[in-house]
């Protein structure tokens, strides 16, 4: 997902190619959850191909997600 941030440490290196669950036996995730889905449902969206977001749209979504320009 775009713009959700992940935080993994390597608790382990593997020196070869391992299956999928040994690999995630080698890390620890500490990413922080994700938004509510309030937070989220709230959020504008745009339909695809709809081109850029204008000035109005985009401070719409800056105000919503709490971003000022303070």
Known sequence: ???VERI???ERIVTKRV???IAAQCLIDRSPPPP???ILAAMPRRDR???RPTK???R???RLLGRTDD
Do not use: F, L, Q, Y
Request: charged content about 35%; glycine content about 20%.
């Open 60 to 62: 719409e979504t800056d």
């Open 19 to 21: 299956g999928a669950p």
């Open 8 to 10: 993994v440490i390597v």
């Open 49 to 51: 191909g709809a081109g």
């Open 1 to 3: 997902m775009a713009g």
């Open 36 to 38: 509510p889905k309030e």
């Open 56 to 58: 109005r749209e985009r």
